[in-house]
């Protein structure tokens, strides 16, 4: 129900849930079409983003996204939404920046507040060699433009004080690398917002609708099947995260792409006190508080492979007693839930983007724990390959064939946490 102002008030969403009236729907369901020019397979940020740029950068607009379950019900819905652009090297700093650039301007773009909170990004070192690859970072950053610098001590307590920095902690902290740009957004306004948008521009979004075949004829992808028939279609583009290996073999295309899962925990919400987003490579260990007062915890990926997405008793102790080194006072807080997503790593925690040896399928996939924040920048980089036909510089160094040439964009040093 809206009010005169044509705003939903308080009392009028009251209202009109007490009438149980029917909320109009944010996207539309369609038929299922024959053919489309492009289908997109996985409904994450990553799927929905390239429809959306599809649609407003080239206006094709015949495009399905197949999604076998509900959108962002993959890694886009179970991330812990943090943003950032400080990596280690100069290709995937220019790209996860240029994300953090849409992402400053997606609200207004999408016309759905997505609640971007910029609120500074702490990478604590908590010894020698840590402080070496902080330095490291901060000057390729520095170097793209980004600003992010390494902090001592002092600077760090003072901008989280309830970190522990006293020198007779097991881990003591020797200084942080601190990148002010980052922050946290809330995920599934990203996907809902993206969503609506390219349902408003006539992207077809098909829920429930799972691929189980990919049909290639002479080396080109001339469609796909799905549990609801079959389409014809000259683009298909694999945006499944998680499940990206189990896409790229029905097309014939091998990658280099393991499947872990990923754990996050977050707390009972309390009064607003962590006004940055903090990491501990070390101690595998980051911790941010949103808006609401809860503070979300990740880590590293489980230690096994696995489709699995439950979450383990193991997983929350280790999150405990590494959270209570950093911030002991936060021992009395309760855990309210955990949750585990999958991630599909590469070899050297970039991602794979871009054309196949099979024409017209297109990756972009290998988003391992660390693929939300690229969500925008991906959808627009793949969605000028495919109208172009040619590959954008931005996402040059991220192709196939780098695993077969050795040319590998080695990213572990800034991705090897969650996120
Ligand atoms: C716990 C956790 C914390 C994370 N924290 C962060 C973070 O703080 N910051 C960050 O940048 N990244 C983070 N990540 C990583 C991030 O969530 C992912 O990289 C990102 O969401 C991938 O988005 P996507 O759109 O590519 O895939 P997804 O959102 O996983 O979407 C893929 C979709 O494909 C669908 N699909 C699969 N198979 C089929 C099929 N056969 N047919 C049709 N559809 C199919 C799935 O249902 C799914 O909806 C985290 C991940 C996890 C699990």
Not at 312 to 320: D, I, K, N, Q, T
Request: aromatic share 8%.
């Amino acid at each position: 129900m809206i009010d005169r102002n044509g705003k939903y008030s308080a009392i009028s969403l009251i209202t009109h849930g007490l009438r149980k009236s029917e909320w109009p729907r944010a996207w539309r369901a369609h038929d299922l079409r024959k053919s489309y020019d492009v289908v997109v397979i996985g409904g994450g940020v990553h799927g929905l983003a390239t429809a959306y740029y599809l649609a407003k950068n080239h206006g094709i607009t015949n495009v399905a996204v197949l999604d076998k379950g509900y959108l962002g019900g993959g890694g886009s819905g179970r991330n812990t939404a943090i943003l950032r652009s400080n990596y280690l090297t100069p290709e995937g700093v220019r790209f996860y920046d240029r994300s953090l650039e849409l992402y400053r301007h997606l609200a207004a773009d999408l016309n759905f507040n997505v609640m971007f909170s910029r609120r500074g990004h702490l990478t604590l070192a908590h010894n020698d060699g840590s402080l070496r690859t902080m330095r490291w970072r901060a000057e390729v950053n520095k170097l793209q433009g980004i600003d992010s610098q390494v902090i001592d001590p002092a600077q760090v307590k003072e901008l989280v004080p309830h970190l522990d920095t006293s020198d007779e902690t097991r881990y003591p902290i020797l200084g942080a690398l601190y990148h002010p740009p980052g922050g946290i957004i809330r995920h599934d306004a990203v996907v809902w917002g993206y969503a609506r948008a390219a349902d408003r521009l006539g992207v077809h979004l098909h829920q429930k609708t799972e691929v189980t075949g990919i049909d290639v004829v002479n080396e080109r992808v001339t469609g796909v099947r799905t549990n609801r028939g079959a389409i014809s279609a000259p683009i298909v583009v694999n945006c499944t995260a998680g499940w990206s290996t189990l896409i790229s073999d029905m097309a014939g295309v091998r990658t280099p792409v393991q499947t872990f899962p990923l754990q996050a925990a977050v707390t009972e919400p309390v009064r607003p006190f962590l006004h940055a987003v903090v990491v501990s490579g070390t101690l595998h260990v980051y911790v941010s508080q949103t808006d609401r007062g809860e503070l979300v915890f990740g880590a590293s990926v489980d230690p096994f492979q696995s489709y699995s997405m439950r979450g383990s008793l193991e997983f929350v102790e280790g999150l405990a007693a590494h959270v209570l080194e950093l911030m002991p006072g936060l021992s009395q807080m309760r855990l309210l839930r955990q949750w585990a997503g999958l991630c599909d790593m590469t070899p050297d925690y970039s991602p794979i983007m871009g054309t196949t040896p099979v024409e017209g399928f297109y990756l972009d996939v290998g988003w391992g724990t660390y693929g939300f924040k690229a969500g925008p920048v991906s959808g627009e980089s793949m969605a000028q390959a495919i109208a172009t036909r040619s590959t954008p510089e931005i996402i040059s160094a991220f192709g196939l064939d780098r695993f077969a040439e050795g040319e590998l964009v080695g990213e572990k040093g800034a991705a090897a946490v969650g996120h």
